[in-house]
């Protein structure tokens, strides 16, 4: 089922619901990445109806049908968008979760929905019951020169004009450690169909505004603080996964940074599961059958039925 569902400032944003194909076990919501949108994501959901678990997910501001409705792409909002995404992801998961609030509820961040996602378990954690962050990374300094590059841009140049210098510095670099890519976007997935596929796609690939990249590295900078990492509960189950040639995650290196970083804070359920020679969208390579049974017999040990 696809439907709108109006924020508290007004805004619309679009859901999509597939009802569990069997006795229903729990509930995932799915925060999709940057740049893309979640319609991306109904294979990996279908498999998740299949197991039993009701999934759910919408599009964030300035991206995919909440954006042609009532959006500009790649535009969060004049102010504070970070922490207004994060927001919105409470208010659609705090409705959609009503039906089924007698079984566990599972967030999937993929990307910028692992960051949304690790901002969102300092905020209302508490709601939750297990985590998977798939492709995050470290916030490193290099956001912080993001932050000030891109204050300044939107101050002079507009906050709803794109931002193709920033865009570039964001993922110019993500290609360089593959031999001969054919395309700008070999970094995503190593199944050149599906990289054609995203591509293709009208809604993928846009170069966001200048305002966006203002919201998201402060909305990076907060939810790096030690003092809102320590917000996360403590017996909060939370699976990093992703590909070990992923260049949002370094490699593996800025996962393991952030594993290293709940587990300092006190959480005690962390697990790192890297895919060897994968790239970032895990669920789309040519193991994705892999990934997603990692997943599930994940889930399988929290099985509260």
């Known amino acids: ?55 759910t997910m919408h599009d964030h501001r300035g991206h995919g049908e ?40 599972i967030i999937f961040g993929h990307s910028m929905g692992s960051f949304i996602t690790r901002r ?35 101050k002079g140049l507009g906050k709803e004009t794109e931002s193709r210098l920033l865009n570039q510095l964001s993922f110019g670099s993500f290609n360089k450690q593959f031999p001969n890519p054919k395309t700008a976007y070999d970094w995503l997935c190593s199944v050149q169909g599906e990289v054609q596929k995203y591509i293709d796609d009208p809604y993928c690939g846009f170069i966001p505004t200048n305002q966006f990249f203002v919201d998201l590295t402060t909305g990076f900078s907060i939810l790096n603080r030690k003092k809102e990492i320590a917000k996360v509960r403590k017996d909060l189950p939370i699976l990093l996964i992703s590909g070990s040639q992923d260049p949002v995650g370094e490699q593996g290196l800025g996962v393991y940074a952030v594993a290293e970083q709940l587990a300092t804070a006190g959480v005690e359920d962390v697990t790192v599961y890297l895919f060897e020679d994968k790239r970032h969208e895990i669920l789309n390579e040519d193991n994705q059958e892999a990934v997603f049974q990692v997943l599930l017999r994940w889930l399988e040990k929290y099985d509260r039925k």
């Open 1 to 55: 089922m696809e439907r709108y569902i109006q924020m508290s400032d007004g805004h619309f944003v679009f859901t999509r619901t597939l009802e569990s194909k069997r006795t229903c076990i729990g509930h995932i919501h799915i925060l999709h990445g940057m740049a893309e949108h979640s319609g991306r994501y109904l294979t990996f959901a279908h498999t998740l109806q299949n197991a039993g678990y009701v999934v």
């Open 66 to 105: 909440t954006a042609a409705y009532n959006g500009t792409l790649g535009f969060f909002a004049e102010n504070n968008g970070f922490e207004r995404v994060v927001e919105d992801a409470h208010e659609v998961i705090t409705q959609l979760h009503a039906p089924v609030a007698d079984k566990p509820l």
């Open 120 to 154: 969102y378990i300092q905020r209302y954690g508490g709601q939750v019951d297990n985590v998977v962050l798939c492709g995050t990374g470290n916030v490193t300094a290099l956001h912080a020169i993001g932050n000030i590059v891109s204050k300044a841009l939107a």
